[in-house]
């Protein structure tokens, strides 16, 4: 018998359907929680997490086509934007641009050269551009010609560095573009600008999914293990939210964990996925309770710009390392390398002064939690717990005191240190402490350790 339903039950069950709309609508227009659509574990999540936070510090690399004019086309200088786009900030339509690459000849790469000095560097992983916005593909892809296979070089860069970071013990990152200036399926609406090399009226965005798909299963079944994906969506679609919705972007990472499942993914499908991807900045107070990582340029632009020679000081780009661990965040520093398959002298150099201090105080980087204290005037503190259950603090001292009285910041007088050095001098030279005006003090010697960050190791019992 059809069951009746009074007028009150109705208006009650519209009323809470109404109410949960209004939630779901709340809830989609913030950033909605991410759902595994594996439904991990927390545990299971920190497991698989794991690698990449201890990490704290990996290579980005930019590489393609963008990599010939080097910022430069036809004899004219295209200094705006980034030197990757030089596609579309010299509007350079497919016929004219897509030749380079029968120009590309890399004849100086040496994949194990580029791993031994992110190694060098401190650096635990490497994710590298296998297809950029301009659509070129780094790997031999069986859904396109416009791939390094198709060039004179005619050898797979993607094989071959991922090869080498197995070799030299590297997590192995690809970066893989979104926007295709290249692929007549992908809409020149959803561009930046509208832009496309070869525009096609009708672009169909989902028959570009299907490309965009079997590149992805080429790069996670064929390359051995893919410590992670780095979606890139280069200001593409009007929002983040229409962005993953149009992309089904849950299915995406679906198919992604179907192939590899302990593949971390980046926020830039436009959802949350496993972590946040600030962009040429470090944030004030990280990203509070989300994994992050800041990428980084060592100049103005990821791609190589010939005459772009506003360098970071390697001193600005280790204290960034610091900061962002202080706020329990990865630091991604870009190469990008010149068309011969060169690191530029000057990312050169500046990996190898890293390196440098990294040899001496990674200890203070790997494996480091966000500070228990907001930033002394003076630096950086980061954390780690020891299995002694005390927690050992590193002070990243910036401005060394130049009486030789370093302020220990935010800990009580009554939190008597257990144990105080010098990472640089371990246990060699005893350091004093004492408590002056309620306050904890470190009698440092006269000279810092190091010119750029010295680091004052703390063992303490936090409660
Ligand atoms: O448009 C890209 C850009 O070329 C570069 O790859 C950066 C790196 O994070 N991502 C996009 C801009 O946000």
Known sequence: MKKKYSGIFILGLSVLILFINSCTDRESTAQKEWLDPLNETVAQRDARMAWWRESRFGMFIHWGLYSIPAG???GERIPQGLAEWIMLHGQIPSEEYEPLKDRFNPVEFDADEWVRMAKYAGMRYIAITTKHHEGFCLFDSKYTDYDVMNTPFKRDIIQELSDACRRHGLKFGVYYSIPDWHHQEFPAEHNNSGFHGNPKPD??????????????????????EIGLVWFDGGASFKNMEQRARLLHSEEIVKFVKSLQPRTII?????????????????PDTGLPGRDWETCMTMNDTWGYRSYDHNWKSSEAMIRQLVDCASKGGNYLLNVGPTALGEFPQASIERLDDIGRWMEVNSESIYGTQASPFAAPSWGKYTQKKLDSGLT????HVFNWPADGKLVVEGLEKNQEPMDVFLLAEEHSKPIKITVENERLVIQVPPRAPDAIVSVVVVDISLR
């Open 266 to 282: 980046n926020d830039r499908l436009g959802i949350p996925c496993d972590y946040g991807t600030p962009e040429q900045r470090i």
């Open 203 to 224: 672009a169909d965005l989902e028959k570009y999914l299907v490309y965009m798909k079997n590149q992805i299963r080429e790069l996670l079944t064929y390359y051995g």
């Open 392 to 395: 050992r603090l590193y002070l």
């Open 72 to 74: 430069s086309w036809k």
